[in-house]
């Protein structure tokens, strides 16, 4: 999944399913100013963390 594709679906979880920004951080390690400054499209993700973030939003697919 591409970066801006990875960027709506972390919104549309946080947005319709309600889960908070600190508990997607805290499940994917990914820092919590860094998963932030992704949503609001400041920054990229690197691999690593981008398919950490994309494997836990896809759990939450079926929520949409």
Do not use: P, W
């Amino acid at each position: 999944m591409n970066q801006l594709d990875l960027k709506i679906l972390l919104n549309q979880v946080i947005n319709k399913v309600g889960i908070k920004g600190k508990v997607i951080s805290q499940k994917t390690g990914i820092n919590a100013s860094d998963l932030s400054r992704f949503k609001n499209g400041q920054i990229l993700l690197c691999e690593r963390d981008s398919q950490k973030l994309e494997s836990l939003l896809n759990t939450f697919k079926i929520m949409l």
